[in-house]
């Protein structure tokens, strides 16, 4: 197994609920796939095999979370909202399946990398229409000339980053801060992900 220690270090700073699960994880995926090699993935822990992300994890406040990265190849979840990954919101080490069965898994996404089988092409349903703003955003950017000027420069695609990211604020207080964090970065011109845009 070749550890990575920026996932040591990933696993660490986590609740402690998530350590035992990404450790589990961590491990079965080593023990099916002995050649997986470990890496950063959108600052997330990845597995990677023959050149190909064969599986992310990552843990969020109340759960954690693996995705096979072809995963609908692999695995019938159901259609049903499963979290991240194909496993649902991983809540303790007893939701993840039992080795046997994570295993035949993992060697089912080894199988179509041996194999060269290509993932299957997505559909595109068509550009998304442009993002309607709130009104706080929008007087926000209307007083301030840089950020205004940026917002509009961006793409649908960029602009909708904040956009989503103000309108999904469940909390007054919150909206008012994600707006003024919103208008100091584009008044820097930085897009809303703009920290990870050199991982």
């Known amino acids: 197994m070749a550890s990575d220690p920026r996932i040591d270090a990933y696993i660490a700073r986590q609740a402690d609920f998530a350590r035992p699960i990404l450790e589990r994880l961590r491990s079965l995926v080593h023990a099916a796939c002995p050649q997986a090699e470990e890496t950063l993935k959108w ?35 159901g259609g049903e909202d499963r979290a991240m990954g194909q496993f649902g919101r991983l809540a303790s080490v007893a939701d993840i399946p039992d080795q046997p069965a994570f295993e035949a ?60 990211w103000v309108a999904d604020a469940k909390q007054p207080a919150t909206r008012q801060r994600r707006i003024e964090q919103a208008v100091e970065w584009m008044a820097e011109g930085k897009k809303r992900h703009w920290k990870y845009e050199q991982c």
């Open 105 to 164: 898994i993992i060697h089912k996404a080894m199988a179509l990398t041996d194999t060269g089988v290509k993932a299957p092409k997505t559909k595109k349903s068509g550009p998304k229409p442009p993002p309607e703003a709130p009104g706080e955003l929008i007087e926000a950017l209307a007083a301030n000339d840089a950020a205004a000027a940026t917002f509009e420069a961006f793409s649908p695609s960029a602009k909708r980053d904040y956009v989503d």
């Open 43 to 77: 600052s997330a822990p990845a597995f990677i095999y023959k050149g190909e992300i064969l599986g992310i994890m990552a843990a969020f406040k109340a759960h954690a979370a693996f995705n096979l990265w072809r995963g609908s190849q692999v695995i019938e979840t």
